[in-house]
């Protein structure tokens, strides 16, 4: 494989937006005859150009498929895919590769969860516990399990400010609680959830936690060795990588005992018509031909991300997000949705008198891209007694500029639509 280096920015403590941006070829693009603006980074991230080249060279020099090979390019192709394994290994500090399942996305790697685990571990009477802000991914696939086996899907109370209510949270844990599911970062407000009490909290009680880092590994560097969580599902396009591959991360003895999620070729040690036998963590949770070059992407992304100081990107966007506070108080007729004492990476707000698609709309107009909507979190949108919010999501590459942008955007938006 090339060996695929970013253009700048490498030497720890130090981090530079603009020169991340050059790392980012999309960028550089127009829209609606304006630079573009991306702010629509928690529905998915721009990729880096090292990334691109990955898949590229992959398929270029490569491509084959994997593991059953007895030639060359399947060897080589088996080699970079697993070499990607211990990539996503590293960069979440798991135990072991064979730890880590590769998933279509957060999306799945949720849905194999619930599908095994909770078919074999719920029952009636048991419960499955989330707090009311949670993506409908991590949701539904749980009322889907619940309504199979008897169990009861929970909601946890949110605050005002957008904050896991952890008073509600301990009254609710007892003997009955077999999972807490709790996102890492909200996507819809950005509230940073204080994941690690959570998980000390549930073990109390026996509970198992499932996190959904599908934010989470976008801002902060994560290890679930420290975090002690169960689970830990992501997904590779919110990170700089490729859509259609995420991560399933799982304890080893959890994915032992958990029976396989899909059937077909690779899952399986023996099938014979007397009956089969599943193969070894964590091929048995990868019924069918991966997506090899996905993998090998997101493995590029990630060691793209690990070769720059992540403090320093935390700062970084911590920044960005007080600058727009700040633009955001002196704002007539904004109001911020979602006031955490921590969150990463989420502007969500609303304009006085004003749809939040018409605000989106009319920020696309001069090149800026948002998000509007209820975020995949009706229940969340419920508890404030509104359809959704206008969301402004970033990433490394944003810059001061952007924000001023954002707000310059607003403010003709406002006189137009008033
Ligand atoms: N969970 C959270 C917090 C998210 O933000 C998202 C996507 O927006 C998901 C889950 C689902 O991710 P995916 O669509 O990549 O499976």
Not at 36 to 56: C, F, G, R, W
Not at 114 to 139: C, F, K, Q, Y
Not at 166 to 194: F, M
Not at 409 to 418: D, S, T
Request: proline share 5%.
């Amino acid at each position: 494989m090339n060996a695929l280096s970013n253009t700048g920015n490498v030497q720890p403590g130090v981090f530079d937006a603009e020169t991340a941006r050059r790392d980012f070829p999309i960028l550089a693009r127009q829209v609606n005859g304006h630079p573009l603006v991306y702010l629509d980074n928690a529905a998915t991230t721009q990729k880096p150009l090292v990334m691109i080249d990955a898949i590229s060279d992959y398929y270029l020099h490569h491509n084959a498929n994997v593991h059953r090979g007895a030639h060359l390019l399947s060897d080589e192709a088996t080699q970079a895919f697993e070499d990607a394994r211990a990539t996503v290994a590293g960069f979440i500090n798991s135990p072991s590769a064979s730890q880590v399942v590769w998933t279509r996305g957060t999306t799945e790697s949720i849905n194999l969860v619930a599908a095994t685990w909770g078919r074999a571990n719920l029952g009636p009477g048991d419960r499955v516990l989330m707090p009311a802000l949670e993506h409908h991914s991590n949701i539904v696939p749980w009322q889907m399990v619940a309504a199979e086996t008897g169990a009861e899907v929970v909601p946890v109370a949110v605050n005002d400010s957008g904050e896991v209510d952890l008073e509600a949270l301990k009254g609710l844990l007892d003997e009955r609680v077999k999972l807490v599911s709790i996102n890492h970062i909200s996507n819809a407000l950005g509230t940073v959830n204080p994941v690690a009490e959570v998980i000390a909290l549930a073990h109390c009680v026996g509970a198992k936690v499932l996190i959904d880092g599908a934010q989470g590994v976008a801002h902060y560097p994560v290890d679930v060795q420290a975090l002690d969580c169960d689970f830990y599902a992501f997904s590779g396009h919110k990170v700089y990588g490729p859509t259609g591959i995420g991560v399933l991360w799982g304890r080893e003895e959890l994915l032992d005992a958990m029976p396989p999620y899909q059937g077909g070729g690779e899952m399986i040690e023996t099938v014979s018509f007397t009956g089969s036998t599943w193969n070894i963590l964590p091929y048995k949770f990868e019924a069918g031909t991966p997506d090899i070059a996905g993998a090998v992407g997101l493995a590029a992304a990630l060691r793209y991300l690990m070769g720059l100081d992540r403090h320093a990107i935390a700062a970084h966007e911590a920044a960005l997000l007080a600058y727009c506070w700040q633009l955001a108080a002196d704002f007539p007729g904004l109001r911020r949705v979602g006031q955490a004492s921590q969150i990463a990476g989420v502007f969500s707000f609303l304009l006085e008198g004003t749809h939040p698609s018409d605000v989106g709309m009319l920020l696309d107009k001069q090149g800026v891209a948002v998000r509007t909507g209820h975020h995949c979190a009706q229940p969340l949108m419920a508890r404030y007694g509104i359809p959704g919010t206008v969301r402004a999501s970033f990433a490394l590459y944003n810059t001061m500029d952007d924000v001023d942008r954002l707000f310059a955007g607003l403010e003709k938006a406002r006189h137009f639509l008033l």
